[in-house]
């Protein structure tokens, strides 16, 4: 999502991208909307008689976070890869 913030994503399709399962993943979404890191909608099925879907985005608070997240992931995995590193 980081890669395209602005854009809408369906929970399959974070499903697919991440591994979760519906069961693991959507409890997951609900918190991040509840704490304002992503925003949630329903979205009009493309085709007649399918339901509509939810979709995901994150908020400017959210890409923030996410940014944040991924840097300082980065760098401690930068860090247990230096040579002389005793972790």
Known sequence: MLERPGA???GYEI????G???????PILMRLSDRGLLEARWQP???AGRPPRHVYRLTAQGSAFAREW???AS???LG??????TR
């Open 75 to 77: 760098g401690r995995l």
């Open 70 to 72: 991924v840097a300082n």
């Open 8 to 10: 809408w994503h369906y």
């Open 45 to 47: 099925a493309p085709t």
């Open 80 to 85: 247990e890869l230096q040579p002389g590193s």
């Open 15 to 18: 499903s697919q991208a991440t």
């Open 20 to 26: 979760l399962q519906s069961g693991t993943l959507y």
